[in-house]
């Protein structure tokens, strides 16, 4: 990557203090900080050598993304380690460290999801998976909380998975509820429920009119107003939603 990429830390109680400073080859877009470490991703194309381009063959682009993790230290910033994982990731929310493990939620070729568990002191090394959640829908919202993940995928209706990460080599779904729309965002009210905010969604095949009459193969969905949803995750096999409010219509 022709970047460098900088991490500083200064005390901004003492204008005079000296700058601690990191500087490596790399670049950053998205960036997730636990008290012990900070890390930062980029996303990358891994394009067809020239010399093997085939003009008449599908171009297999591989999108990954890069990991790289600094210690802290009470403000002395070090480089750490740095992996890769396939896909791409949504925001800092999908990234989260827990220990020895850090567990980051990946969407590859907007087709397949994976929910990765690695060794946060060698972010190369793999201790867990759980792959190929909800094959042909993306990620929307992603939150670890503690032994347990909470994942929200979408295309025409919103699986909303309750993931157990307890054991960082045995993760697996505990549960998954399938409702109308989607949460973007996901926040926790207390242990067992969480607090949904996104849109409402209708299927395309749902619609008809007499102006329109949709065809097959209509497999998305038309978003409706904003959804706030509340989720009861007691029973982790059959996640539920305890209350719900749509505000406004298409384009709230």
């Known amino acids: 990557t022709p970047n460098f990429l900088t991490v500083a830390s200064f005390d901004v109680t ?12 790399g670049s950053g877009e998205t960036v997730y900080a636990s008290r012990e470490s900070l890390y930062v991703a980029a996303s990358r194309y891994d394009y067809p050598v020239a010399a093997t381009f ?3 063959a599908p171009v297999n682009v591989a999108q990954k993304t890069r990991i790289i993790r600094f210690n802290l230290n009470n403000g002395a910033v ?5 992996g890769e994982v396939a896909g791409r990731l949504l925001n800092q929310f999908s990234m989260d460290e827990n220990g020895e493990a850090f567990r980051v939620a990946t969407t590859v070729d907007s087709s397949w999801n994976n929910l990765l568990i690695l060794d946060r002191n060698d972010l190369t090394k793999r201790l867990g998976a759980v792959e190929n959640i909800a094959p ?10 503690g032994a347990r993940a909470y994942m929200v995928t979408f295309q025409r209706i919103d699986p909303f998975f309750v993931i157990d990460v307890g054991d960082p080599s045995n993760p697996r779904i505990l549960g998954e509820l399938k409702i109308p729309g989607y949460s973007d965002y996901l926040h926790p009210y207390d242990e067992n429920h969480i607090i949904g905010f996104g849109k409402d969604a209708i299927s395309a095949s749902e619609l008809r009119s007499e102006n329109f009459e949709p065809r097959p193969g209509f497999n998305f969905a038309w978003y409706q107003g904003m959804k706030v949803a509340l989720f009861d995750v007691t029973d982790v096999s059959n996640p539920k939603v305890m209350f719900q409010e749509i505000i406004g219509d298409r384009g709230t």
């Open 136 to 145: 042909g829908e993306q990620i929307y919202s992603v939150r670890f909380l």
């Open 78 to 82: 070090k480089f750490a380690t740095s």
């Open 14 to 25: 003492d204008a005079g203090s000296e700058i601690s400073k990191e500087v490596i080859m």
């Open 54 to 56: 085939d003009f008449f």
